[in-house]
C-alpha cells in the first residue's frame, strides 16, 4: 500500500510540474527508483513465500496478485518520471493549451486512486468502473491525436505544444491501461476469475 500511496504522489508531482512548469525530474526520478527498489522487495518476499509455504487457491492468488499489483505501481512511478522528463526535455511550455492533459490527467489521477482504493478494500467490483474510465481515456487520446495531425498544416501549429502533449497523453493512457490491470488484479484475488471483463 505504501507503493500505492507513493506512486500516486509521483504521478501527481509529475503532472503538476507540466501544468507550473516546473522542474521536478530528479526528484520524481529518487521516487520512481524507490518503487523499483520496493517492486523488487515485494517480489523477493513473494518468492520467499511461496518457496515455504507452498501456499494455495486464494492464498496463491492474493500472493500471485500483490506481485503483479506492486509492477502496476512501478510502472507508475516510471511513467511520472517519463512526464518529467518530457518537460526537462522540451523546456517551459507557457504558451500551450494544457487544456486536453489536464482533462485525461483528472481522470488518470481518479483511476490510480480507485485502483489504490481496490487493492486497500479487496474491492473486486472497482475493475468495472476502472474499464469505464479507461474507454474514455484511450478516446481523449485518439481524438487529440487526430487533432494534433489536422493542426500541422496551419501557420501558427506549434510542434512543441502538441508533441510534448501527445508524449504526456500517451503516459496516462498507460497509467490508466496499469490501473486496469491492478483492478484485474483484486478480482482475480477476490473470485478466481482472472478475466473480470467477459
Known amino acids: ?10 504521478v501527481n508531482s509529475a503532472l503538476e510540474s507540466y501544468e507550473k512548469g516546473t522542474m521536478l525530474r530528479s526528484q520524481i526520478f529518487e521516487g520512481s527508483e524507490k518503487l523499483r527498489f520496493l517492486q523488487i522487495e515485494v517480489t523477493d518476499f513473494a518468492t520467499e513465500l ?6 494455495v487457491a486464494r492464498d496463491l492468488r492474493l500472493i500471485q496478485s500483490f506481485m503483479d499489483a506492486a509492477y502496476g505501481f512501478s510502472r507508475f512511478g516510471r511513467y511520472a518520471y517519463d512526464i518529467a522528463e518530457v518537460l526537462d526535455t522540451i523546456g517551459p511550455l ?11 490527467a483528472k481522470t488518470a489521477k481518479e483511476m490510480i486512486q480507485l485502483s489504490v482504493k481496490s487493492l486497500e478494500k479487496l474491492d473486486k467490483d472497482a475493475s468495472v468502473k476502472l474499464y469505464m474510465l479507461d ?23 506549434e510542434p512543441r505544444c502538441y508533441v510534448s502533449a501527445l508524449l504526456i497523453l500517451r503516459y ?21 476469475d482472472p478475466s473480470p471483463r467477459r
Open 135 to 157: 474507454d474514455s481515456v484511450d478516446s481523449m487520446f485518439r481524438n487529440y491525436l487526430k487533432k494534433a495531425l489536422t493542426q500541422t498544416k496551419k501557420r501558427n501549429f
Open 1 to 10: 500500500m505504501d507503493m500505492g500511496h507513493l506512486s500516486e504522489q509521483l
Open 172 to 192: 496516462l493512457e498507460r497509467i490508466s491501461d496499469h490501473a486496469c490491470y491492478i483492478g484485474d488484479c483484486v478480482h482475480y484475488i477476490v473470485t478466481g
Open 50 to 55: 511461496i518457496a515455504r509455504y507452498q501456499p
Open 94 to 104: 507557457p504558451n500551450c493549451d494544457k487544456s486536453q492533459v489536464s482533462s485525461m
